[in-house]
């Protein structure tokens, strides 16, 4: 039988990822426009400690306080993104939240717009390391929505056993309601997560799960749910599945995830 691990004093948090866009339609460079980077955030001290803001790639990316419910950290990515409105606004820009994009190659002349990755990220399924996509050889770039988790006692088998659960309780819901197939091709496949000093990071799903607040707090809910799943049964029935859930995600295959969905009894409902 096996032994289950409790996770306990959960907190949750995001550093998600979104497209710059003119009137025009046409997606802009976040390089000149947004402030700060992945070393150095824009901290924006007067929204409040853990907000801030940074260019990524061409991307714009943010960071908010992490939290211990999914209503508490989905009110803060609210926060973050009416100042994101307000900023780009004034440029004659908007924001988009959303999976996939592509750029005219105006926007990636330079080198700093050519690179994907500012460190490696993981295969939970595997142990292994994820291949990092070039950004020369595509216009194509895509925003994730990482979702972080920390919890008491961590261990790197603890971390794995929790991403896969998240795969099952978010990622093939996220096959579901985010048809986005583009940006599986560079991120986003089954397991894609790195460790952290507090616990784990979620990369499997994308922007557009901010594109509604409901959207936003749903997903965290689920990430609540994940760890409800593993503290009552383990990760036993979940690692029987491995090759349905890897499969189903990778492929984006809505029929089987529809299956998962009913065989976990996860709610779809946002």
């Known amino acids: 039988m096996q032994e289950i691990f409790q996770y306990k004093n959960i907190t949750i948090g995001t550093d998600p990822e979104f497209f710059i866009q003119n009137k025009d339609g046409k997606l802009i460079s ?78 990636l002349t330079s080198d700093e717009a050519k690179e994907f990755g500012c460190s490696p990220d993981y295969n939970a399924w595997t142990n292994g390391v994820n291949e990092k996509p070039q950004g020369t050889s595509t216009n194509l770039r895509s925003c994730g929505m990482h979702v972080h988790l920390g919890y008491d006692n961590k261990t790197a088998k603890r971390s794995r056993d929790l991403i896969k659960a998240m795969d099952v309780f978010m990622g093939i819901p996220s096959i579901i309601i985010d048809t986005d197939t583009k940006r599986r091709s560079l991120y986003g496949r089954a397991g894609c997560f790195r460790h952290t000093i507090f616990g784990t990071e979620f990369r499997v799903l994308s922007g557009f799960f901010l594109s509604d607040p409901k959207l936003t707090e749903y997903i965290f809910r689920q990430a609540f749910e994940a760890i409800n799943y593993l503290n009552e049964f383990g990760i036993d029935e979940i690692n029987n599945d491995k090759d349905w859930i890897v499969e189903t995600i990778n492929s984006g295959n809505i029929d089987e995830a529809k299956k998962i969905v009913s065989k976990y009894k996860i709610n779809l409902k946002y």
Do not use: C, W
């Not at 070393?39 to 924006?44: A, F």
């Not at 419910?69 to 990515?77: G, I, K, S, W």
């Open 30 to 107: 976040s390089i000149g426009i947004i402030k700060g980077t992945k070393d150095i955030p824009n901290r924006l001290k007067f929204l409040g400690s853990g907000f801030a803001i940074q260019k990524d790639n061409v991307l714009g990316e943010f960071n908010v306080p992490h939290g211990y419910t999914a209503q508490e950290v989905a009110n803060n990515v609210s926060i973050m993104k009416a100042y994101i409105s307000g900023l780009l606004e004034s440029k004659g820009l908007h924001p988009i939240y959303a999976a996939s994009g592509v750029y005219d190659d105006d926007q």
